[in-house]
């Protein structure tokens, strides 16, 4: 294992969740809007870890468990979700991300969100009803594609039935307004 780089991400993970959590903080609860500086302060770190994120895929291919533990692994996801400002760098994540489940190297989980991430963010239905928008009140799960099979997909990826991940996100964010 490559503890060197497994610390590089986990420190890169830190810096995303910090100015996350300090936005969700300041924001204003019922527009969402940050204000200019956290604004400008999340997508430096968001462009740097992407750019950061393809030069390594690109040198040493995805960072899996072997080469960096399950936590260096599950901070690399983390990165490619966040790649938002990148959408093609997103996807070319996403193809990595894919191969690694395919060897055991990343959580079939993980790649469920990210899948989700790119196909909403495309335009197209999700698979996996992991992604949401709007706030409060409107708060509402993205479309969905083969809304009869959810459940069946989530299990066979190990995430929890359909909802109860929405009672726990409407929990968590629907309650802002």
Not at 35 to 53: K, S, V, Y
Not at 103 to 129: K, N
Not at 133 to 151: T, V, W
């Amino acid at each position: 294992m490559d503890e060197e780089l497994r610390a590089e991400l986990l420190a890169r993970r830190e810096e995303d969740q910090r100015i996350r959590h300090a936005a969700m903080e300041a924001s204003d609860p019922k527009t969402g809007r940050l204000p200019d500086n956290l604004g400008a302060e999340w997508n430096r770190i968001d462009t740097a870890n992407t750019e950061w994120l393809n030069d390594l895929v690109d040198a040493r291919g995805w960072p899996g468990r072997s080469l960096v533990g399950e936590d260096g692994a599950k901070a690399a996801w983390l990165l490619a979700q966040h790649a938002d400002q990148s959408r093609d760098l997103q996807r070319k994540f996403l193809d990595l991300l894919r191969g690694a489940v395919a060897t055991g190297e990343a959580a079939g989980f993980d790649l469920a969100y990210l899948e989700d991430r790119v196909r909403v963010a495309d335009g197209r239905p999700q698979l996996y009803g992991t992604q949401f928008q709007g706030l409060g009140e409107d708060l509402a799960p993205c479309p969905i594609e083969d809304p009869d099979g959810l459940d069946e997909r989530r299990a066979a990826v190990g995430l929890p039935p359909f909802a109860e991940y929405e009672a726990q996100i409407r929990a968590s964010f629907g309650s802002r307004a």
